[in-house]
């Protein structure tokens, strides 16, 4: 798994930033564009020789090595040194050799945000590697004492999303959800609640047909924890967990199929932000809730056409059984109402729609209240996690009508799907409750630098930073 966290079985992390007690440690020199000359000028000549040799100019991104006594140095481009960003020392944490390395800014500077971008950037998932990783850790050592902590558990968040996605369902079906979820429990002393069978049925009847069709070892369950205060202000956070998604009887093609192990990235996303909660000692009382299910094929499938009950009493007729992440999010966003939450934040890998709009980094978001949109945007900006706000527009509710039942999952046209989408998980959010609807890809198909290929948290820093502040 990653080196830089463990998963809620052991919530620790290991130490890649480190208080600086003058420890022996290489210098990284970090410079922008307006402060290279003024500082070339205090390197030598051979250290000048070593710059020129690799074109290094300060380039926001770029890195030399260049002599420095007995041993080396780094001289890294950053594109602002006052305001460094959470991804300018990624790369380094990737390709620098094991060691302590310490920060010598050109000018003022504040390197608590790079922290995060540093330990991230020495993410590896090596589960299924015979040889593992192999390599010494990178140890930043930083006098910003009081950033380590919550960069730190920042960066263990977005790994456990990592490590969960890349997870193969074959090693990651609804009963591995379950799990992680009680190890959570458990470190943080929350009371768990998994509904699964003829319970499941009668409670959550739109997970239960979902998830019915699939291997007795993959049986659909609803997950759900609760933790803090009673009399704290309520935040509930949802996770799509659709630990597989082959599309049902309207089965995908394969090559959409390749990648369905992480139809799951809501819920991880999901785990990892309350996580973040319960680790803080955030002030609210938190409802976690996870329905988890593999969509499969069989005899028991649920079919196109088909009239599902949901557990808010409204009648759902199929248009696609591809379409079933919207289903089990119906009846989670429907228990999380009953609890009059004062927040419903939740997470799903919900439709190809929004990656046609928004491409693969941006997830797009929808949110009843225009105070929450614009928390939510701002902070993802402020911490570089942006998130995209689409429209929950009215006029486009008629084209969930169905012919027979109260409404339909997958309307016919396809207009506007990442909306109509969001648009059916609203008629399930209880009335004049703020709700807030991340549809994150949960997958980066090429690497950045601190972004490996695979599986990756898309919005949860925004939506933490977001709930840090109103709960806070």
């Known amino acids: 798994m990653s080196k830089t966290h463990s998963t809620a079985a052991d919530p620790s992390l290991p130490d890649l930033v480190q208080p600086d007690r003058r420890q022996a440690a290489t210098p990284i020199h970090l410079v922008d564009k307006a402060s290279y000359e003024e500082w070339l000028k205090g390197r030598t000549p051979a250290q000048r020789a070593a710059l020129a040799g690799q074109k290094f100019k300060g380039e926001a991104g770029s890195h030399a090595i260049i002599p420095d006594g007995d041993g080396f140095a780094v001289a890294a481009g950053v594109a602002r040194l006052d305001v460094l960003g959470s991804w300018c020392l990624g ?8 060691g302590f390395y310490r920060l010598v800014p050109a000018g003022p500077c504040s ?51 990592r490590d969960l996605v890349n997870t193969p369902a074959e090693h990651l079906g609804p009963a591995e959800l379950e799990h992680e979820a009680e190890l959570l429990a458990k470190a943080h002393r929350a009371t768990l609640r998994v509904t699964r069978g003829e319970a499941l049925e009668h409670d959550f009847p739109m997970v239960h047909m979902v998830g019915r069709a ?31 998604d082959s599309g049902g009887l309207d089965i ?24 973040l ?4 000692g955030l002030k609210v009382r938190l409802h976690l809730l996870i329905p988890a299910v593999e969509n499969a094929v069989s005899g028991g499938s649920f079919r196109p056409g088909d009239v599902l009950r949901s557990r808010a009493g409204i009648s759902v007729e199929i248009g696609n059984t591809d379409a079933e992440g919207r289903l089990i999010l119906g009846d989670a966003l429907t ?28 997830p797009a978001m929808f949110a009843r209240t225009d105070g929450t949109a614009q928390a939510l945007l701002d902070a993802g900006l402020a911490c570089d996690d942006p ?26 046209g396809g207009f506007a799907g990442a909306s109509v989408a969001a648009l059916f998980l609203d008629r399930f959010v209880g009335e004049g409750i703020d709700w807030a609807h991340f549809d994150t890809f949960a997958w980066r198909p090429t690497a950045k630098p601190g972004r490996p290929k695979g599986g990756d948290a898309l919005g949860l820093r925004a939506a933490w930073a977001m709930v840090k502040a109103r709960f806070g």
């Open 91 to 98: 790369k380094l944490g990737d390709v620098l050799p094991g």
């Open 111 to 161: 390197a608590g945000a790079a922290f995060i971008g540093w330990a991230l950037g020495q993410y590896r998932y090596d589960r299924y590697r015979q040889d593992g990783n192999g390599e010494a850790p990178r140890v930043l050592l930083t006098g910003e004492v009081k950033a380590i902590a919550p960069a730190l558990a920042e960066a263990g968040a977005v790994a456990l999303v």
């Open 214 to 244: 699939a291997a007795r070892s993959h049986a659909p369950r609803m997950i759900e924890i609760e933790w803090g205060d009673e009399k704290a202000p309520r935040l509930a956070i949802v996770g799509k967990g659709v630990c597989f």
């Open 252 to 275: 995908k093609p394969s090559s959409a199929m390749l990648i369905m192990k992480k139809d799951m990235g809501g819920a991880a996303h999901a785990l990892a932000l309350a996580r």
């Open 277 to 280: 909660v319960m680790e803080a």
């Open 335 to 362: 228990r999380a109402s009953e609890g009059k939450p004062d927040l419903i934040l939740d997470f799903a890998t919900l439709t190809g729609a929004a990656r046609v709009a928004l491409g693969p980094d941006l």
């Open 387 to 412: 998130v995209w706000r689409l429209p929950l527009y009215d006029g486009y509710r008629e084209w969930l009508k169905s012919d027979i039942a109260d409404m339909n999952n997958a309307p016919a």
